[in-house]
T-cell receptor, first 118, second 112 residues
Framework: EAEVAQSPRYKITEKSQAVAFWCDPI?????LYWYRQILGQGPELLVQ????????DSQLPKDRFSAERLKGVDSTLKIQPAELGDSAMYLC????????????????FGPGTRLTVT | AQSVTQLDSQVPVFEEAPVELRCNYS??????LFWYVQYPNQGLQLLLK??????LVKGINGFEAEFNKSQTSFHLRKPSVHISDTAEYFC??????????FGQGTELSVKP
């Protein structure tokens, strides 16, 4: 069964350092999402891609966070510089293009990257 | 704008007992409704979804949920829980394929 891949699974970094996370969605999925989940809370959307275009980055702290999906396949989320408050689980999800197979909003999640900033 | 409220942050229950995890939502437009489960240090797995049609939705692992439009609720139920059901459960809404808006989560703890 196809899965969303994420790496690394765990990352410890010092504040003010740069950190990057990688996500490879399920093959053929046009939409890719990055969520941040703070301990004890539900995930919150950081950025949504449709193919290689950003369609929603309203909650992305753009002074320190950046995201790209250059070829419309895999994606990288970067934080520079990292702050203590960035400690969280970063989840990637993907979904098929609307109107195909299941344009139902069902999203398939990867295992996440747990970031600890010290 | 949509929002989701999960009414219980923690639900302790004994093995083989029934359980209900409560979820209310608010939205001015039609939404899709979902329940996801998250095991420690893992991603989210879809339990079930409501798109339209029958208000009683059956999902994986013996879970079901009922959509109640008048109460704006989507409560999750299981008639008999197992130790392996211990996990965090999230209710979520989306506007027909858009981003998911999650509740704060309910920690289900099944005790022997």
């Amino acid at each position: 069964e196809a899965e969303v891949a994420q790496s690394p699974r765990y990352k410890i970094t010092e504040k003010s350092q740069a950190v990057a996370f990688w996500c490879d969605p399920i093959s053929g999925h046009a939409t890719l999402y990055w969520y941040r989940q703070i301990l004890g809370q539900g995930p919150e959307l950081l950025v949504q891609f449709q193919d290689e275009s950003v369609v929603d980055d309203s909650q992305l702290p753009k002074d320190r966070f950046s995201a790209e999906r250059l070829k419309g396949v895999d994606s990288t989320l970067k934080i520079q510089p990292a702050e203590l408050g960035d400690s969280a689980m970063y989840l990637c999800a993907s979904s098929p293009r609307k109107g195909r197979t299941s344009g139902t909003g069902e999203q398939y999640f990867g295992p996440g990257t747990r970031l600890t900033v010290t | 704008a949509q929002s989701v409220t999960q009414l219980d942050s923690q639900v302790p229950v004994f093995e083989e007992a029934p359980v209900e995890l409560r979820c209310n939502y608010s939205s001015s437009v039609s939404v899709y409704l979902f329940w996801y489960v998250q095991y420690p240090n893992q991603g989210l797995q879809l339990l079930l979804k409501y798109l339209s049609g029958s208000t009683l939705v059956k999902g994986i692992n013996g879970f079901e949920a009922e959509f109640n439009k008048s109460q704006t609720s989507f409560h999750l139920r299981k008639p008999s829980v197992h130790i392996s059901d211990t996990a965090e459960y999230f209710c979520a809404v989306s506007r027909q394929g858009g981003k998911l808006i999650f509740g704060q989560g309910t920690e289900l703890s099944v005790k022997p």
